[in-house]
């Protein structure tokens, strides 16, 4: 097992990296519009979006949730989710996608760290997690919801390699002082390589059908990307909202975190940009 854990690496190795700020609203697709889905029929039949992934072989499991903060100024932050299996383990085709993420109103004083980190080819234990990424940034949200951190509009992001794990960590900076009692979630993605004849096939197919594509290879961050996508489209459309509802029940986030967040009724938001000197 990788003995680096989040406070590890926010001792040993944040201290020593220059963060940068980047601006939010080019990294959160725009706010979908559509009605609650309070519509959607709940039904008790096997999910057929039912995906299994293996973890890394070595390595430490990820956290979906953030964590109980009762009488902290980060109690407000509890709430925080990250749309990844329950395995914490994802794949994606892409060199950079994009991660999703509920958030609870988040004021726009409050730092938003993004953290990435890549096994080594070593096989000992002993070996750490090498830090390949890392930027804050400040956002102010009106109202929770869904947002998308696109990885490809990060300035300097060097882009994932095939076949690599990598281990990425979200952290709400609300208290500078207690950073024990911070909101942090973090999970794991890996990028697999398409041959020419499936990335010329996943260039001519459209909304639904790539999301066939996506099931089929098991890419979980694509397919929740194709999802924002869809829905923001078709925003009145049942079967789509029922089958992102099937999705995130199939890995147990239909009602997430102490307060029973409701992710399928959750829209996907945007956050006003907040610039820091």
Known sequence: MVKTTPVILWTTVL?????QTIVWGSLVRPAIAY???RDVIIQNQPSPWLIAFDPPQRGVPGRREGGGTRGTQCADY????SLIPVSTMGLTAHEKPQLFFYLPVVSGDTPIEL????????ESPETEEIVIYSTQFQLDMENPGIVGIDLGA???????????YYHWYLTILCDPVNQSVNQIVDGWIKRIDLDSDQIQKLEGLNGSDRLEFYKEKTLWYDMV?????????????IQIQQAWLELLRS???????SNRVRLYE????????EFRN
Request: hydrophobic content about 35%; aromatic content about 6%.
């Open 251 to 257: 890995e147990n986030l239909e009602q997430v975190g």
């Open 35 to 37: 009605p609650s889905n």
């Open 15 to 19: 201290g020593a990296l220059c963060t």
């Open 78 to 81: 509890a709430s925080l989710i």
């Open 266 to 273: 959750q829209p996907f938001v945007p956050g006003r940009e």
């Open 115 to 122: 953290l990435v980190t890549k096994l080594p080819d070593s």
């Open 225 to 237: 990307a194709a999802f924002s996508e869809l829905l923001s489209d078709h925003q009145r459309d």
């Open 154 to 164: 990060l300035d300097g992001f060097p882009g994932l390699e095939v076949n690599q």
